[in-house]
């Protein structure tokens, strides 16, 4: 087992984490394994468990924290852990990820540009979870972080690197506004930005998501924890995000699915109108070409083609969630601009 630096370390690991014994039990090992030969401290920040988590990381050597109360949320329990990190550069790595052999030269090597602020990978191509859910969700993360840039717009902590100095000057997580996980990390990138810091997308960087996803956790996330906050964020902040999830290309395929489930309605009444269906829904296929290749090649037409129709429902409701804060800000609010003091 390799050993954490007792002199200043090169990366600092900080993984949050709520009654996660059993994936620890899979991620911490796969973590030490990549921290073999690096100079490096692993911090575990303990959120109440009522399972044996903290006793088995420390066990396994890391530096165990505690939020002091049950639920602080993963915001919080990220900033306790960087206060007490001693290395410039801080890691993130979510309790349920168990990162590939590679990823800390992949993020040192991302991080030799002095620009870069902050860096994050994605999940790999190979989710555990057999589930229609699970493979649908991580299978689609895995497409959406793939291209790489360095004009990243957000920040992901699920796998993500940041230099503590940025981090500590942009305020680190809003964990007063985000107390359960949500977009807090995406959120953190905006301010990281606007300091004039550079964030990469870097596909090397990579973990198997251990995650089971039901249908229902997959909506309540997409909706409740994603699009309704990062919606309310894009109101507050317009023109501060257009890439990933809301890049103009994103936004004409939703466009385009409001536009099939139309159709589809129509033919229920106009049997005529069914073709129209057909057409549209090829021209659906044709424009997530490179994800329904992504879903075929992993499990097979049939699931590629219930995952792209699920796909089309996915844009429908977070479309409908974008549209709600967009009424809602205009009309159901007061206008009101941040002020340069309530930045967080």
Known sequence: MPKASEDKPSVSVVVPVLDGRALLAQTLP????????????????????????????????????????????????RNLGVSSARSELILFVDADVAVHEDVIPQVLKAFETA????????????????????????????HVHQSETNQAQTFWTGLGAVRRR?????????SDRYPVPSIEDIDLGRRLRKAGGQILRWPGIKGTHLKAWSVGEVIRTDVMRRALPWARLMQRYPGAFTDLNVGPGERFKAILAGVLALSLAFALFRPAFLF??????????????????LFRERNGLGFAVRALLYHQVYYLYSASVFVFAAVEGQWLRPARRPSPSADI
């Not at 044996?52 to 924290?65: H, M, N, P, Q, T």
């Not at 129209?276 to 290749?293: E, M, P, Q, S």
């Open 30 to 77: 796969a973590l030490l394994r990549a921290l073999d030969g690096q100079s490096y401290e692993l911090i575990v920040v303990d959120d109440g468990s009522r399972d044996e988590s903290a006793i088995y990381a420390a066990s396994l050597g890391a530096r165990v924290l505690e939020t002091g109360r049950r639920g602080s949320g993963p915001a919080y329990a």
């Open 115 to 142: 620009e870069v602020v902050a860096v994050f990978g994605a999940y790999d191509d190979a989710p555990p979870d057999q589930s229609f859910s699970s493979q649908y969700m991580n299978l689609r993360h895995h």
């Open 166 to 174: 940025a981090f500590c000057a942009a305020g680190g997580f809003d």
């Open 276 to 293: 129209l269906t057909v057409l549209l829904f090829g021209f659906a296929l044709l424009v997530n070409a490179d994800l329904f290749r």
